[in-house]
C-alpha cells in the first residue's frame, strides 16, 4: 500500500510536473487517512489533505477541472469515442491509469 500511495503522490499533487487533480473515488481519501493512522507519516496526511481540497476544484489543471484537462489528453473527442464508453468525466478512467503505472 506504501508504493501505491507513493506512485499517487509523485502523480498528483500541487508541484510542477505533477497533475493537479484528483481520483475519481472518494474512498482513496479514506484509505490514505487510515494509512496515515497505521504510519503516522505526515506525508500521508498532507497526501489526502491535498485530494480533499482538489475534488471538485474547477481551475485545477491549467486553469481547468481536472477531468476536462485529463479527456482531452487522452484523446477523448465527440466523434471518436466509441458508443460504449461511459458518461462524459466518468470516474473510471483516472483510477484505471493510476493502477496500470504501477
Known amino acids: 500500500m506504501i508504493k501505491y ?3 499517487l503522490s509523485k502523480t498528483f499533487g500541487p508541484n510542477a510536473g505533477q497533475k493537479h487533480g484528483y481520483p475519481g473515488h472518494p474512498e482513496i481519501e479514506l484509505a490514505i487517512l487510515r494509512l496515515y493512522g497505521r504510519t ?3 506525508a500521508h496526511l498532507a497526501f489526502a489533505r ?3 481540497n482538489e475534488r471538485g476544484n474547477p ?3 491549467d486553469g481547468r477541472h481536472y ?3 485529463e479527456a482531452e ?3 477523448d473527442r ?3 469515442v466509441p458508443g460504449m464508453y461511459p458518461e462524459k468525466r ?3 478512467w483516472v483510477s484505471s491509469q493510476v493502477v496500470k503505472n504501477l
Open 67 to 69: 477531468y476536462d484537462f
Open 90 to 92: 466518468s470516474y473510471w
Open 40 to 42: 503516522q507519516d505526515p
Open 73 to 75: 489528453a487522452r484523446g
Open 5 to 7: 500511495v507513493e506512485l
Open 50 to 52: 491535498y485530494f480533499i
Open 78 to 80: 465527440e466523434n471518436e
Open 59 to 61: 481551475k485545477g489543471q
